[in-house]
């Protein structure tokens, strides 16, 4: 998958004005139905019990674009205090409450490790395909790591209702 990397800017702002933009979004969301078209069938074998979404228990970590983390933080989490913890705030259980507008890394996880190299081609693939969409509509483009990013999304838009 890709390397990981952090521009420099303010990334709730980025991430606010990817999500104002319905452009940009009706595009992601063209893009994940797209993504969801190639992984269908496959999606029924969970052997971990949502381990996957516990990145503290496992030695993988998820990354994700601006226009991703815009999406999927337009719906409210299920407990945002498990970012700290290293852990999707979206997860219920072993569940995902947020399937519609989960970023391209959890539609493309599977757990069996004979998929590993067919996720990765699918995961490099639709990643550019998501990096170029920012680019051509002008939005900020960040990728970065999503639990840091959403526990800084959250505590700045706490800090905006505050005011
Ligand atoms: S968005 Fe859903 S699938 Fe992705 S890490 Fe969070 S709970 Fe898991």
């Known amino acids: 998958m890709s390397a990981p990397r952090r521009n420099e ?4 702002s980025a991430v606010s004005l990817c999500r104002a933009n319905a452009r940009l979004m009706d595009a992601l969301g063209d893009i994940y139905a797209r993504i969801d078209k190639r992984t269908c069938g496959r999606e029924a074998s969970c052997l971990g019990g949502g381990a996957c979404c516990r990145f503290d228990l496992t030695a993988h970590r998820l ?8 999406m999927l933080s337009g719906l409210d989490p299920a407990d945002p205090t498990r970012c700290e913890r290293r852990r999707c705030p979206y997860q219920i259980g072993p569940r995902c409450s947020a399937r519609s507008a989960r970023p391209l ?6 757990c069996e490790k004979d998929l590993d190299d067919w996720c990765a081609k699918l995961y490099e693939t639709f ?7 920012h680019e051509s509509l002008g939005m900020p483009y960040v ?6 990013a959403l526990s800084e ?11």
């Open 63 to 70: 990354y994700a674009s601006t226009a991703e983390l815009a």
């Open 143 to 148: 990728y970065t790591e999503l639990t840091d």
């Open 127 to 133: 990643h550019r395909e998501i990096r170029s969409l």
């Open 9 to 12: 800017g303010d990334l709730p």
């Open 153 to 163: 999304i959250f505590a700045h838009s706490r800090a905006a209702d505050a005011r």
């Open 105 to 110: 890394g959890c539609r493309v996880f599977f």
